[in-house]
C-alpha cells in the first residue's frame, strides 16, 4: 500500500514562491510517474505537473514557466517549487503516483493560498 504525506503548503503573498514536499512509502517509489494536482474550491481536480522515473517532466499551461517539478528517488520524495505565485494557484494541492497518472493512490493534500 502506497502512503503518500505532502507539506510546505502556506500562506504568501502575490510574486512569492512555495516549495511543496512529497514523501511516498514503499520500494516501488523509484519506478512510478509521479504528479502534482490541485483543486480550488468550487473546481474540479487539475493536473500541475508530471515527473516519470526517468525524469521527463509535464506542465499545465498555466505554470510553465513558474514551477518546477523534481523527484529525489532516494528520499522517495517529489517536489514542487513554485515561483512567482498569482491569486489564481490558491488551491489544495495533492500529490499522486503510479504507473500511469492520475492513479488511486493520493496524499491527503497541503492548501496553498497567494493573497496580499
Known amino acids: 500500500q502506497v502512503q503518500l504525506v505532502e507539506s510546505g503548503g502556506g500562506l504568501v503573498q502575490p510574486g512569492g514562491s512555495l516549495r511543496l514536499s512529497c514523501v511516498a512509502s514503499?520500494?516501488?517509489?523509484?519506478?512510478?510517474?509521479m504528479g502534482w494536482y490541485r483543486q480550488a474550491p468550487g473546481k474540479q481536480r487539475e493536473l500541475v505537473a508530471t515527473?516519470?522515473?526517468?525524469?521527463?517532466?509535464n506542465y499545465a499551461d498555466s505554470v510553465k514557466g513558474r514551477f518546477t517539478i523534481s523527484r529525489d528517488n532516494a528520499k522517495n520524495t517529489v517536489y514542487l517549487q513554485m515561483n512567482s505565485l498569482k491569486p489564481e494557484d490558491t488551491a489544495v494541492y495533492f500529490c499522486?503516483?503510479?504507473?500511469?497518472?492520475?492513479?488511486?493512490?493520493w496524499g491527503q493534500g497541503t492548501q496553498v493560498t497567494v493573497s496580499s
Open positions: 499522486n503516483v503510479g504507473p500511469s497518472l492520475p492513479s488511486d493512490h
Open positions: 514503499g520500494s516501488i517509489f523509484s519506478f512510478y510517474a
Open positions: 515527473i516519470t522515473s526517468g525524469g521527463n517532466t
